[in-house]
């Protein structure tokens, strides 16, 4: 019996084939445990991506496949966004981290969020006879509700309350109007705003 080249080749495949198997470690699901299950990489994950982290990129274990972060966003920054430039984390162009743009949420470009009423506030005393009321930055910013005294250099005092809706439109920016005790058979109206 003649055989051809063709199937001398294909019985020894088939061969060696057996052979192999017969030499593997089979594992409780029948397939080598030298292998990755079921993925065809070589590597014990099941993502087919050949690294051992199963994230299915090829290199660091984050599934963006940019080796050097691990951040997920394919960029070098390490910064998670997606924006190759900045490495601030929010998808801006800026670099300022908080999405607007300006640095510090409140639109304003400094950067930092200024203080509510820097220089404090101030009181303009109607009907007035010598009081004063000023409040200090502390207190606006601090926003709890407090009494003060505007006896300034009169000869009695009437006391003005500020609450912390008052505190609050002043960090707006706003004017309060409050009433202020009645004292000597008379009040005064006063109008309270930030210092510039």
Known sequence: ?????????????????????????DGADGRSTLEGIGDGDG???GDGDGDPPGDGD????????DPTTGDGDGEPTGDGDGEPTTGDGDGEPTGDGDGDGDGD????????????CPGGASGTVLTNHS???????????AGVPKMYGIQGGANHNHTVSI???????????????????????????VLIACLL
């Open 1 to 25: 019996m003649t055989i051809t080249r063709k199937q001398f080749l294909l019985g020894g495949l088939g061969a060696a084939t057996l052979l192999l198997d017969g030499c593997s470690d």
């Open 43 to 45: 590597d014990t994950t």
């Open 58 to 65: 090829g290199d660091t274990g984050d599934g963006d496949g």
């Open 105 to 116: 949420g409140d639109g304003d470009g400094d950067g930092d969020g200024d203080p509510a």
């Open 131 to 141: 009081h004063t009321l000023m409040i200090p930055a502390a207190d606006v910013q």
């Open 163 to 189: 609450t912390a809706d008052d505190f609050a439109q002043l960090a707006l920016g706003n004017e309060v109007q409050k009433q202020s005790s009645f004292l000597q058979a008379h009040d005064h109206v």
